[in-house]
């Protein structure tokens, strides 16, 4: 499908010096948001977005991309040394690392996050690279009618596996549905929804819509939290204990190698399904792997194979929610879906055709995460000491510089004022779903799929001129409705009990 000269160029082009720094810039950055209690990574990458407008499409690309994955390793030290995670895939990572960082073993407990974490990531990537260029193509030769019913099954998947009920991640992605159907039919070029005013004729833009439901929502939940907690334990110290309680030899870390296995297995698979996300993967590996285990009472002490199974299966997913984003489109989750943004911001469209007309800035991208992942490794055991010291950062100065900079950004996105009122009115109605169960990220992949949806039934409607029973020659797409069908019936009521197990057995 791509010419080897093609693949050979994309990947010399990650490692020129400026995507080499911005790389490196990336991962730190992304350590330190995933080190300060209050933060999180999907905020720190809505408010980077509008920072790479005047950047090279793979140098920006990069960028988030790293930025994602740092946050990932960072997010372990609060959940390790404070027992709040830092982002919420590392929950279940506190599970064991906190019990062995009270066993007087903080920087061994966080090593072990690290090097997992980068194996996960590493393993995660290598089955992207092997495996998104074959399913582009076979994504080509889908035509609008398939590519209608795709969406659709999308559509139902994510609301089916996200939200408290099927009934709320449906209305969820009905609201986002609505909000991206604000601007110019793409059929007739009428308006729809802007009540007059000519900033609504382009539609709501993403990355101020991102930053307000995403960022603004998660900070102000934040602060509520910080009020409503009081005082926290302070944060256990790295200095101190003996060579064998600061450090990880390698036959420890060969020690739990098939836990490691697994639980890349494990993530992979949870990545590439659209809907669920890293939190999935790290609570299901640790249940799987204590379940496994014959001695399933020492999880919960600081065993190294609950960080094992956590940190290799979260990580594992950062590069595998990549696969439906680059073969048809899709967002896997919310990161995937503000790529997406800086992908739009500079000119690109994610899909199956992307293979075919960016195939060097792909594989650049692909080359600029295999050194994302060794960047993550370097910063991670240099910077060990001092992200422990970020843990206990005052919140009266985390939350007002990160608000400061959701304005900001939110100002050079949309390239004015409105968008700071497009801020506050997104996260507004984020604070109310989320206060009443309904899922932000349904929202969010509506409305990056609505226009991709509009697109490919507007073109099936021409070429069957309404005639619906043209449709019967289409079995790929009649399986995909069958499939949206079983999915609405199915997943829903399993994954409430799937819930319900994963919470009596942590109880």
């Known amino acids: ?8 160029q994309g990947l010399t082009d990650a490692i020129t010096l400026t995507n080499l720094l911005y790389i490196l810039l990336g991962v730190a950055l992304g350590q330190l948001v995933g080190a300060t209690p209050g933060l999180s990574i999907i905020m720190a990458l809505a408010i980077a977005v509008p920072l790479t407008f005047g950047l090279d499409p793979l ?30 895939e590392s929950a279940a990572t506190a599970l064991d690392g906190h019990p062995m960082a009270k066993k007087g073993k903080p920087l061994k407990a966080m090593k072990y996050g690290l090097y997992y974490s980068v194996f996960g990531d590493i393993s995660s990537d290598l089955v992207l690279i092997l495996v998104s260029a074959p399913l582009a193509v076979v994504a080509l030769r889908m035509g609008p009618i398939e590519i209608a019913a795709l969406m659709v099954l999308a559509f139902t998947v994510i609301t089916a596996l996200l939200g408290d009920s099927m009934i709320k991640g449906l209305t969820a992605a009905a609201l ?21 005013a000519l900033e609504l004729y382009d539609g709501l833009h993403l990355t101020a819509l991102s930053i307000g439901m995403l960022a603004v929502t ?16 302070a944060p256990i110290s790295v200095r101190g204990g003996t060579p064998e309680d600061r450090g990880v ?63 290799t299966a979260n990580s594992a997913v950062v590069g595998a929610n990549l696969i439906p984003l680059l073969t048809l489109g899709i967002p896997g989750n919310i990161a995937a879906a503000l790529l997406v943004s800086a992908f739009m911001i500079h000119g690109i469209q994610p899909g199956p055709m992307l ?61 004015g004022i409105f968008g700071i009122y497009l801020m506050i009115a997104t996260a507004l109605l984020g604070c109310v779903m989320r206060v009443f169960g309904y899922s932000l990220v349904a929202f969010i992949v509506a409305f990056i799929l609505t226009p991709e949806l509009e697109k490919a039934i507007l073109q099936t409607r021409l070429l069957t001129d ?42």
Request: some cysteine.
């Open 59 to 88: 140098t920006a690309i990069a960028f988030l991309i790293s930025v994602n994955k740092g946050g990932t390793v960072g997010g372990a030290v609060p959940a390790i040394l404070l027992n709040v995670p830092g982002t919420p």
């Open 249 to 311: 030899t390698l036959s420890e870390l060969l020690a739990n190698k098939i836990v490691a296995i697994r639980a890349f297995g494990i993530g992979t698979i949870i990545g590439a399904i659209p809907g669920l996300g890293s939190t999935t993967a790290g609570f299901l590996s640790y249940s799987v792997t204590k379940q496994a285990a014959r001695d399933p009472e020492a999880f919960g002490t600081g065993d190294p194979r609950g960080i094992a199974a956590t940190e």
């Open 176 to 196: 986002g549905f609505l909000a991206a159907c604000v601007g110019l039919d793409p059929g007739t070029a009428t308006t729809r929804f802007t009540f007059g």
């Open 355 to 415: 293979f075919q007309e960016q195939g060097r800035l792909i594989y650049g991208m692909f080359g600029a995460m295999l050194i994302a992942n060794f960047c993550n490794l370097l910063v991670g055991q240099f910077g060990m000491r001092f992200w422990a010291m970020i843990v206990s950062a005052p919140s009266s100065v985390v939350f007002p510089v990160a608000m400061l900079l959701c304005l900001a950004g939110s100002f050079v996105a949309a390239g």
């Open 218 to 233: 998660e900070i102000i939940f934040s602060i509520v939290a910080a009020r409503s907690s009081g005082v926290s334990e």
């Open 466 to 507: 309404d005639n619906y029973i043209v449709l019967l020659e289409h079995p790929i797409a009649i399986a995909l409705i069958v499939l949206s069908v079983i999915s609405v019936v199915v997943l829903g009521p399993r994954k409430r009990r799937a819930r319900s197990d994963v919470e009596v057995d942590h109880a």
């Open 1 to 8: 499908m791509l010419d080897p000269t093609l693949i050979l």
